[in-house]
């Protein structure tokens, strides 16, 4: 059974940091592409950042510069480090695992930021 656990939201001021972690099991972590998701209430899920198996980061422009995404394969697990927090990151934030056209998400952590 695959399982992908987030942890690590909450509530937070502007300009705080937040770290989530994702922890997987039952996938052979090291070959999934994995990613972080996040969806507001009335928008759409958009992503946020992505890694691949080789260790290589993507972000959305948004968070670009703010958000730092790194993978422990050692550990199965994927992490985002969130500086300089702002209201408009205020989402459920989802763990993403990708790997040909096996899919899974995790059950999402909400990340709230105050003003």
């Known amino acids: 059974q695959v399982r992908l656990v987030e942890s690590g939201g909450g509530l937070v001021q502007a300009g705080g940091s937040l770290r989530l972690s994702c922890t997987a099991s039952?996938?052979?972590?090291?070959?999934?592409?994995m990613g972080w998701y996040r969806q507001a209430p009335g928008k759409q899920r958009e992503s946020v950042a992505t890694?691949?198996?080789?260790?290589?980061?993507n972000y959305a422009d948004s968070v670009m510069g703010r958000f730092t995404i790194s993978r422990d394969n050692a550990k199965n697990t994927v992490y985002l480090q969130m500086n300089s927090l702002k209201p408009e990151d205020t989402a459920v934030y989802y763990c993403?695992?990708?790997?040909?056209?096996?899919?899974?998400w995790g059950q999402g952590t909400q990340v709230t930021v105050s003003s």
């Open positions: 039952g996938i052979i972590f090291s070959i999934y592409s």
């Open positions: 890694i691949g198996s080789g260790g290589w980061p």
């Open positions: 993403n695992g990708i790997h040909g056209s096996s899919i899974y």
